[in-house]
């Protein structure tokens, strides 16, 4: 959080104006600043990154069936149902955890409308390769961005790619206006038909499509103003804390280290590592608990996989994303924050050394 005193000032216009929501002058504000920090000016801020993806879903007029990952939050699945879409689940990758583009062609059909892919823990999909995908078959691409605020690839915004994209700006994110989102696009149409969707749909005084309230309102928006000037130090600390696991955690027999893709900046927004149970000397539950009891929470993020979700009753089956099913059983998030300090890290990697039965590698 900023200081608290910034806040203040940065809320105080707020009792002269009278104008808490719908658009107001921090509204306004923030969504210029995001569209030059992005280079992307079609951006529209909402309530949540939830409801920017099913605002994308709509405003793209999508049908059928949508290739996507089973490795995320249950957020992005839940957006296609909850559009009328049937999710078609493809595997990942197993070094990077993103959606593995030699797995969509296959999945393929004449009902295929779209790829909805997720970039994950600051890593980026192979978009080259998703995208070339999507044009042979003249398919949409949106990107579920929730991970991804602040990362480039060879200099290149995660908000560029795709024909949409969504940002999360909820409080456990990077860059957080406490609850709140944006979706992205690449065409001004796009982008008015959202801010139209977000707001009931309204044209004038009637609703020319069905549309919620997805507004962001006037303190989330001023909450984001703070956190954007602070974004860059928000990044130096958590790539400083990265660093410092790495430096205790290397050589940890069973223990994968969060990869580093080449060409990619990162935002360090998560510190997932995935354990080997017959290498490492425990399994991941195990760990957990040991940290847990420790005081210290790890999470395990993501499990299980969202095609496994009781929702679906059954319909879906781990052996049908086999590298998603594998990662899901065995990852755990390790905390990371921007005021984590050096004692803390030392902490919860001697509880991990503690309770592994390898020995460290100099």
């Known amino acids: ?59 793209l007029g999508l049908t059928g069936e949508v290739l996507t990952t089973p490795f995320t939050f249950a957020s992005t699945t839940n957006a296609l149902v909850r559009r009328g879409l049937t999710p078609v689940f493809c595997d990942i990758l197993p070094e990077d955890y993103t959606l593995d583009p030699a797995k969509l062609e296959e999945k393929i059909t004449p009902r295929t409308s779209a790829i909805l892919a997720v970039h994950v823990y600051g890593n980026l999909c192979h978009t080259e390769v998703i995208e070339a995908v999507a044009k042979k078959h003249g398919l949409k691409v949106i990107y579920d961005a929730a991970h991804a605020f602040g990362v480039t690839k060879k200099g290149v915004s995660a908000a560029a790619f795709g024909d949409a994209a969504m940002f999360s700006f909820h409080a456990t994110k990077v860059f957080h206006t406490i609850e709140g989102g944006a979706a992205v696009f690449r065409t001004a149409g796009n982008k008015e038909a959202f801010d139209r969707w977000k707001n009931f749909g309204l044209q004038g005084d009637a609703a020319g499509v069905f549309g919620p309230n997805a507004k962001m309102n006037e303190f989330a928006a001023a909450m984001g103003l703070c956190n954007l000037r602070r974004l860059e130090a928000c990044i130096a600390a958590r790539k400083t804390a990265a660093a410092r696991y790495r430096e205790n955690l290397r050589g940890v027999k069973g223990l994968a280290l969060p990869p580093a893709q080449p060409g990619v900046k990162s935002n360090y927004a998560y510190f997932p590592v995935v354990i080997d149970p017959a290498a490492f000397g425990c399994t991941r539950d ?77």
């Not at 929470?297 to 590298?323: C, E, H, K, N, Q």
């Open 1 to 59: 959080m900023p200081p608290f005193d910034e806040y203040v000032n940065e809320i105080r216009s707020l009792w002269e104006s009278r104008m808490l929501t719908n658009g107001g002058e921090k509204h306004a504000a923030l969504e210029a600043a995001l569209g030059a920090f992005f280079g992307e000016p079609h951006l529209s801020l909402c309530v949540n990154g939830h409801s920017g993806l099913e605002g994308i879903l709509d405003v």
């Open 286 to 362: 195990a760990l957990r608990d040991a940290l847990a009891a420790q005081n210290i929470a790890a999470r395990r993020y993501f499990y299980p996989l969202t095609s496994l979700s009781p929702a679906f009753g059954g319909r879906y089956a781990a052996a049908d994303t086999p590298v998603a099913a594998r990662v899901a059983e065995n990852v755990l998030c390790l905390p990371l924050y921007e005021g984590l300090t050096d004692a803390d890290i030392d902490r919860v990697c001697g509880v991990i050394i503690r309770n592994s039965e390898c020995e460290i590698r100099n």
